[in-house]
């Protein structure tokens, strides 16, 4: 079955980075796009950004010029470099597979950024 587990969460301060990786197994991850997303404490669930097979990426404009989505399909693995960390990054963060009508999510790493 699928399967999407999230790490690389933290404290960090106010200019900090940040790596997240997602394995993935239980599917044929160098045909599908993957994605990250982040939910914030009484917020809804928001794109982050997403990448494709052949590695085009789009970004949300929050995140824009700080964040860069990749990924290693040798190693069935998606990265979130995050830069320039601020505050209001603060929240959860869900890797991501939709195929078709069905979106598949990992346990999600906590992100924390102190001012």
């Known amino acids: 079955q699928v399967q999407l587990v999230e790490s690389g969460g933290g404290l960090v301060q106010a200019g900090g980075s940040l790596r997240l990786s997602c394995a993935a197994s239980?599917?044929?991850?160098?045909?599908?796009?993957m994605g990250w997303y982040r939910q914030a404490p009484g917020k809804q669930r928001e794109l982050v950004a997403t990448?494709?097979?052949?590695?085009?990426?789009n970004y949300a404009d929050s995140v824009k010029g700080r964040f860069t989505i990749s990924r290693d399909n040798g190693k069935n693995t998606v990265y979130l470099q995050m830069n320039s960390l601020k505050p209001e990054d603060t929240a959860v963060y869900y890797c991501?597979?939709?195929?078709?009508?069905?979106?598949?999510w990992g346990q999600g790493t906590q992100v924390t950024v102190s001012s």
């Open positions: 991501n597979l939709s195929r078709g009508p069905r979106a598949y």
């Open positions: 239980g599917f044929i991850f160098s045909v599908q796009t």
């Open positions: 990448i494709t097979t052949g590695g085009s990426t």
